[in-house]
């Protein structure tokens, strides 16, 4: 496979050679690049694919990749990536599309038990082969590409399907394949996230908890002068003014561009174009009505702040101590990450909903059919009490 052929698809005729040659192939290796370090908006820059004879970069800035689409969506075919999450989540949210039926090589890895499963270490590992280039961070927007970048985004297609064979050999002799294919299953229905700013999230920043009335006023105008700016540059909010600088302002309250000046966090140059906005957020938010400290809150995903406001009632913290419990034993037992037997927020499902019966219990948001066979009677056992694990209080 070292003289396979790579081509660079950039105008309409290659894009169609493309399309025919994913067409004809059952199974490919699928990959993406966003720009998202480098852009407030961020979007797929490239798309790479493997067939079983060639490597393609496809340019989706420069062409409509419409054409390609009824091939993914196709459940006939299977698409290879690795940590597809991401990938699967950006194509949906730009394209609007779906995708039929996918082999994820970082979620077999895991399945498997692996400890390292990025992509560098299982190509070094599982395939003995080493790749000397990232580029990873790169600014995927910016035309035209380098070369250094189109030897990445080629090697980071190029093995994933002998990848796929090696790991679906090991997940077969182990009666690991349903398993497997039960998470690939999840990541498929996976929804992008609406693209929201939340104007509330300076709560969330540290400095939010230690500083005073009037400079947590002035913290909450600068977060939103910060996202207005980047929002105007389409740059990343940290890459405008970065959250040390948001912190140090709001604590030393700066009356001039002098004191401005001397605060640490931003450039010379970034405040001859942002000071006077800057100081205009101090005065604003020390003439605003200070906002409340913020308090302890759970995180959003399932997970609680035990004692805090949004702790959930006792009954409900006991049920999910119990299945975190009897989670941990079992991955231990299986040599796998808990969040492989069933994630925090699964558990949290469960516990709030407190099934009866595996009917209910396959009813709770995350118990596929795999996980529920495998896994239901033991958890009901769990809930009723007849099943006895020790219990860690320690961290969720």
């Excluded at 700066?254 to 957020?281: C, F, M, Q, T, Y």
């Amino acid at each position: 496979m070292t003289d396979r052929p790579q081509h660079l698809v950039q105008d309409a005729a290659s894009l169609q050679r493309c399309v025919e040659a994913v067409a004809q192939s059952a199974r490919i290796g699928l990959d993406t690049e966003s720009n998202g370090f480098h852009a407030y908006f961020e979007k797929v820059c490239l798309l790479q694919i493997a067939t079983p004879e060639a490597d393609w970069v496809v340019d989706p800035l420069a062409l409509d990749i419409a054409p390609l689409l009824p091939s993914f969506r196709d459940p006939a075919r299977e698409l290879v990536l690795h940590a597809a999450e991401f990938d699967v989540m950006c194509m949906k949210r730009d394209y609007a599309t779906t995708f039929g039926r996918i082999f994820d090589t970082h979620a077999a890895a895991k399945v498997l038990g692996i400890e390292k499963v990025g992509l560098h270490n299982l190509l070094a590992d599982q395939l003995g082969v080493q790749l000397s280039v990232d580029e990873q961070r790169s600014d995927w927007g910016r035309r035209p590409l380098t070369p250094q970048q189109i030897e990445y985004a080629f090697a980071d297609v190029r093995w994933l399907l002998p990848m796929r064979d090696k790991l679906a050999e090991q997940l077969a002799a182990r009666g690991l394949a349903a398993e497997a294919d039960a998470e690939f299953a999840r990541l498929v229905s996976r929804e992008p996230r609406a693209r929201e700013f939340d104007r509330e999230g300076w709560q969330r920043m540290k400095a939010a908890r230690t500083l005073e009335g009037k400079g947590r006023s002035v913290l909450r105008e600068l977060y939103l002068l910060r996202d207005r700016r980047a929002r105007e540059l389409n740059r990343p909010a940290f890459k405008v003014l970065s959250d040390l600088f948001l912190a140090e302002v709001a604590r030393r309250l700066p009356k001039d561009e002098e004191e401005l000046g001397r605060i640490p966090g931003s450039s010379a140059n970034a405040l001859r174009k942002l000071g006077p906005p800057v100081l205009e957020a101090v005065r604003n938010g020390l003439a605003a009505e200070p906002p409340d400290k913020p308090k302890s809150q759970g995180n959003g995903q399932g997970r609680y702040r035990k004692g805090g406001p949004a702790a959930p009632p006792p009954e409900v913290e006991d049920r999910y101590q119990k299945l975190r419990a009897w989670r941990k034993a079992r991955a231990e037992a299986r040599k796998v990450e808990v969040q492989v037997i069933a994630p925090n927020a699964v558990l949290w499902a469960i516990a709030r909903s407190n099934p009866p019966d595996l009917a209910a219990l396959s009813q709770v948001e995350g118990m596929d059919s795999f996980r529920l066979e495998q896994y239901g009677p033991e958890m009901l056992a769990v809930l009723q009490g007849q099943l006895s694990l020790p219990i860690n209080h320690g961290a969720h």
